[in-house]
């Protein structure tokens, strides 16, 4: 417990993930807790190290974060004669932020010492390691509490483009590396890079149909700026290929436009002619319409590419063999689907399906 120089209103510190004073409180119920008086004075300020103290059978010790760590590691803790009790050192060792080694170590003493807890030691240890392995998550959650947005969204505010792309690469996709790639992908135009993150991306969260609004906005700012790159890069090709052939890409159709969707498609197609992919692609594309979940801005932006390739043929030798058959399939599916007869606007395409017949 602390007080301003000159005053006597009790404060308490608040302290960060690294132990540092990141605010000082004041009290407002010390009346619920028993006071002791040590001889030392400490002075603090913002950002300063932490102090902690604590007392066990009438002997009262404080320490500086760090010295705390180096004492409980070593083994240096004076109680005046008495050892430290095992349950105290794990506590201490918490707050003191001692090695994830060194915490299991401490947890893993403490329980060899409960009679009767043999069984459940795996048990208590798995816990306490999925207990670390948390503790980011958390501190994540009381930051963006606090202000709005993580320390590392915040942080990536003042970094250079490079510091940012090594960052991504450094780390795991998380909502935070989500919201900084996000940033990224305003300032870069598509390149090798965003190619190699946006992998990154696409095989930690591989579900398109599950991505939640972030997620889907980084995907179609990627696609929006892959439109504006003047060579292909089949590595990303080939990811975006495997997301239409299931199709999951378009659960993005909320987020980018008819246009943008309908122009990357047709350059995926195109850029598929020399491997044959193109004709898998676009029998996938007519699998979409014909399944029972149909996405209404999806229904335009599909039949308008099938068309757009069927009547120019684009497909080889046999072209106006396998051209008239998928046309076949979209008349069929047009007047057998309901979602697809509700969903396709008005213009020359509906009338094209509207007046022929279904076989």
């Known amino acids: 417990m602390y007080r301003r120089l000159g005053g006597n209103v009790p404060y308490v510190q608040e302290v960060d993930r690294h132990g540092h004073i990141s605010a000082f409180i004041e009290a407002t119920d010390i009346e619920n807790y028993k006071i002791y008086h040590i001889d030392q004075a400490w002075t603090r300020q913002l950002s300063d190290h932490a102090i902690f103290g604590f007392r ?108 940012i792309i090594s960052w991504l690469y450094n780390n795991n996709v998380s909502n935070d590396w989500k919201r900084i790639f996000a940033v990224v992908l305003k300032k870069f135009l598509f390149d090798e890079r965003i190619a190699d993150l946006l992998t990154k991306f696409l095989l ?67 850029s598929r002619e020399e491997s044959g992919d193109d004709s898998m692609i676009i029998e996938s594309l007519i699998d979409v319409l014909e399944s029972d979940v149909v996405i209404p801005r999806v229904v335009n932006v599909i039949v308008e590419v099938i068309f757009g390739f069927e009547m120019n043929f684009a497909y080889g030798e046999n072209s106006a063999y396998a051209g008239q058959r998928r046309i076949t399939r979209l008349i069929n599916i047009f007047h057998n689907n309901p979602a697809v007869n509700l969903y396709l606007r008005d213009g020359q395409l509906r009338n094209v399906l509207e007046n022929a017949s279904p076989d």
């Open 204 to 270: 930690s969260e591989d579900n398109v149909a599950e991505f939640d609004d972030l997620s889907k906005s980084i995907l179609g700012r990627v696609i929006e700026s892959y439109l504006f790159l003047g060579d292909a890069n089949n590595d990303f090709e080939d990811l975006i290929v495997d997301r239409i052939l299931d199709g999951s890409l378009f659960y993005i159709a909320s987020i980018v436009s008819h246009r943008v969707l309908s122009d990357f498609l047709r350059r995926i197609i195109s």
């Open 56 to 163: 066990w059978e009438g002997v009262t010790r404080v320490f500086e974060r760090e010295a705390l760590r180096d004492a409980i590691r070593c083994n240096l803790i004076d109680l005046g004669g008495q050892e430290i009790p095992l349950l105290t050192k794990v506590a201490l060792a918490r707050v003191s932020g001692l090695s994830s080694s060194d915490l299991l170590s401490a947890v893993s003493n403490f329980v060899n010492s409960v009679k009767g807890a043999g069984l459940k030691r795996n048990a208590i240890l798995r816990a306490e390691r999925g207990l670390l392995q948390s503790q980011p998550d958390w501190w994540d959650r009381i930051y963006e509490c606090e202000f709005g947005q993580s320390e590392d969204v915040a942080a990536a505010e003042n970094k250079n483009n490079d510091d």
